[in-house]
């Protein structure tokens, strides 16, 4: 594995292209949403949210006046804050998708609290789990279609209740990335959500036709079609608005009683992200599986290119924790939620496993040559 000079992104991660200086597309993208970011006046920006909300109010729409998909993180703990103080009624929408963790409830019970009504969305679970294990075991991506569910179910929500205005959380193409046309947009639109939410083009319908799955049931999971042709309910992300900065979202969360872990758990060395749901972590894994990287290496690079970290330091954390297996805990809850055996499941896990940049040692041990050469001392020789 080749790593980009500047952070950590191995060249095994997809769609990632190195230039002739050998740094990744994620950093020059980065150094450029940094130049916009400057270029951005964020107190212009703030006035134009202002005249979206007073918009919004101005509908006098029947039930709420703002809807906002949340999963109980810091993030969209920051998103309501965002809007309290403007007097609206705000119907915050969660979508129950996979194996929510005692702390994720707490955090999530936070919202009503903080002055926002809360919908709890549960698909029918034998569905749900239909999808799921047609992620993991057809793609190696057990959120595949959870996805695009938690993008699409709280439009469907808005669309039906009239609510005028969605308040999304960030931009992917602007925060990581990814088309200049799309990065520049204000609102979600059909080709934003093709791309940024469903995998690869992987929507309802293509799943539908694909799998022979009725495209009735999968409506909640599709891209609404009234969103294409009617303005009444217009969908904006937060990120374009605000300067979104993780940081800055936890400070804010935690004033409102938002727990993080006490020590990192596995998989990465950040206590307060993806804490909220179990299955998260198993996508994490399928991604080292895959690719020889996980959600430390993600994190180090985010940090790496903030300033946070050097290199070296970030190298450290992915030795320490990207590479982790899953805990037994975790695959309890796996197997009792999927209904696979631990062999079926094993099996599954390892059929994902990438032979070109895994390889096993003499006890069967499996280890991937060549991890982080070059970038730990001890390894330069
Ligand atoms: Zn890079």
């Keep these: ?40 006046d964020w107190k212009a920006r703030e006035e134009e949210f202002k005249s979206v909300v007073k918009e919004a109010r101005a509908v006098k729409a029947p039930y709420y006046d703002v809807a906002v998909p949340v999963s109980g993180g810091k993030d969209s703990i920051s998103q309501v804050h965002r809007l309290l103080g403007y007097d609206l009624r705000i119907l915050a929408v969660n979508v129950d998708y996979g194996i929510k963790t005692e702390i994720g409830w707490h955090n999530l019970m936070l919202i009503p609290e903080m002055g926002a009504n809360l919908t709890i969305y549960r698909p029918d679970r034998k569905l749900q789990r239909k999808l799921i294990r047609l992620g993991l075991e057809e793609y190696g991506d057990p959120d595949l279609m959870s996805h695009t569910l938690l993008h699409a179910y709280p439009l469907h929500v808005a669309l039906k209740f009239h609510i005028p205005l969605v308040l999304l959380g960030e931009n992917s193409a602007f925060e990581y990335g990814g088309s200049s046309s799309l990065a520049q947009q204000n609102t979600i639109s059909r080709e934003w959500f093709e791309r940024y939410a469903a995998n690869a083009g992987r929507t309802a319908k293509w799943v539908s036709e694909t799998h022979g799955i009725p495209y009735e049931q999968l409506v909640p999971y599709e891209y609404p079609e009234e969103m294409d042709k009617q303005q009444s309910t217009k969908a904006v992300f937060t990120s374009y608005y605000f300067h979104w900065d993780s940081e800055r979202h936890l400070e804010i969360a935690k004033r409102y009683g938002f727990r993080e872990l006490q020590s990192p758990r596995e998989g990465t060395y950040r206590t307060y992200v993806g804490i909220d749901e179990k299955i998260n972590r198993l996508h994490q894994y399928l991604k080292v599986l895959k690719f020889g990287y996980g959600r430390a290496t993600d994190h180090a690079c985010e940090d790496i290119r903030n300033g946070r970290l050097t290199r070296e330091e970030g190298a450290r954390l992915v030795k320490q924790y990207d590479l982790e297996d899953i805990s037994d805990d975790y695959i309890q809850s796996y197997l009792e939620f999927l209904g696979y055996t631990r062999e079926e499941f094993f099996a599954i896990l390892e059929r994902m496993r990438n032979r070109e940049i895994w390889k096993q040692d003499k006890e069967g041990k499996w280890f991937i040559p060549g991890h982080l050469n070059g970038i730990l001392p001890q390894e330069k020789e």
């Excluded at 952070?7 to 990744?24: Q, S």
């Design 1 to 40: 594995m080749k790593y980009c000079r500047k952070c950590l992104v191995p060249d095994t991660k997809p769609y990632v292209e190195f230039d002739e200086k050998g740094v990744c597309s994620a950093c020059r993208a980065h150094e450029k949403k940094n130049a916009a970011l400057h270029g951005i």
